[in-house]
């Protein structure tokens, strides 16, 4: 099993910015893909970013590209979601997410953590 631990979310102003965190603890957690989802009111989850255990490999949704950066820190079993100029469409709870590969993140992530809220206002 894994365990992730969400932290960082707040209320900020359009354009602002906020950085989330995701602390994770069992499983070597190294060996892991992780990611992060997001659900806005009234709408599905949907995939934001995702990094390959060791950093080399990241991938995010079109609507992010250019204003998130995930990144992660194995020594510390974290995983990072810096998200720059943050719009009202931004405004979801945020999930931090685990997997075997990338590839898994985007489709069937196989640990959620409870989620995180991100309210951005205009």
């Known amino acids: 099993q894994v365990q992730l631990v969400e932290s960082g979310g707040g209320l900020v102003q359009a354009g602002g910015s906020l950085r989330l965190s995701c602390a994770a603890s069992g499983r070597t957690v190294s060996n892991y893909a992780m990611g992060w989802f997001r659900q806005a009111p009234g709408k599905e989850r949907e995939f934001v970013a995702t990094?390959?255990?060791?950093?080399?490999?990241?991938d995010s949704a079109d609507s992010v590209k250019g204003r998130f950066t995930i990144s992660r820190d194995n020594a510390k079993n974290t995983v990072y979601l810096q998200m720059n100029s943050l719009k009202p469409e931004d405004t979801a709870v945020y999930y931090c997410?685990?997997?075997?590969?990338?590839?898994?993140?985007?489709?069937?992530?196989?640990?959620w953590g409870q989620g995180t809220q991100v309210t951005v206002s205009s």
């Open positions: 990094i390959s255990w060791s950093g080399s490999n990241t």
């Open positions: 997410v685990a997997g075997p590969t990338v590839w898994s993140i985007t489709t069937t992530p196989s640990y």
